[in-house]
C-alpha cells in the first residue's frame, strides 16, 4: 500500500513560476516509478514526467536526484526511509499547462499496481 497526496497548486499568471510537491509515503521495495501527470478539461490524462526506479537516488546513489524535463519544469526528489518527495519547479508557465496535476506511483508484483492522488489543480491566466 501507499499513499500519494499533492499540493502547490492555484491560480498564476503566464510566465511566473510554480512549484508543486508530491509525497508518497509506503514501502518501497517494489516501487517501479513515479511521476507527474496532468488531465485537462475534457481531455485524458497525459504523463508529464516518470521517474524510473532506477533513476531515484532511493535506489541509486549516483543519481542527484535533480533534473530538468520539457525544458521548463525542473523536478527534485526527496526522500527518508518511507516517504519520497517529488518536488516540480514549473518555471515561465503558459495557459496550456492549466490542467489538474496527479501524482502516481507505480509497483510490480502487486494488485492493485497504482496509486493516485487526489491532484492540484494548476490554471495559467494570460
Known amino acids: 500500500q501507499a499513499h500519494v497526496a499533492e499540493s502547490g497548486g492555484g491560480l498564476v499568471q503566464a510566465g511566473r513560476s510554480l512549484n508543486l510537491t508530491c509525497v508518497v509515503s509506503?514501502?518501497?521495495?517494489?516501487?517501479?516509478?513515479i511521476g507527474w501527470y496532468r488531465q485537462g478539461p475534457g481531455s485524458q490524462r497525459d504523463a508529464v514526467v516518470t521517474?524510473?526506479?532506477?533513476?531515484?537516488?532511493?535506489?541509486?546513489?549516483?543519481?542527484?536526484?535533480r533534473f530538468t524535463v520539457k525544458g521548463r519544469f525542473t523536478i527534485s526528489i526527496d526522500y527518508t526511509d518511507n516517504s519520497i518527495t517529488l518536488h516540480m519547479h514549473m518555471n515561465v508557465v503558459k495557459p496550456e499547462d492549466t490542467g489538474l496535476y496527479i501524482c502516481?506511483?507505480?509497483?510490480?508484483?502487486?494488485?492493485?499496481?497504482?496509486?493516485w492522488g487526489q491532484g492540484t489543480q494548476v490554471t495559467v491566466s494570460a
Open positions: 502516481n506511483a507505480r509497483f510490480f508484483g502487486q494488485s492493485p499496481s497504482d496509486f
Open positions: 509506503g514501502a518501497f521495495s517494489r516501487l517501479q516509478s
Open positions: 521517474i524510473p526506479r532506477g533513476a531515484l537516488p532511493f535506489f541509486a546513489e549516483s543519481v542527484e536526484g
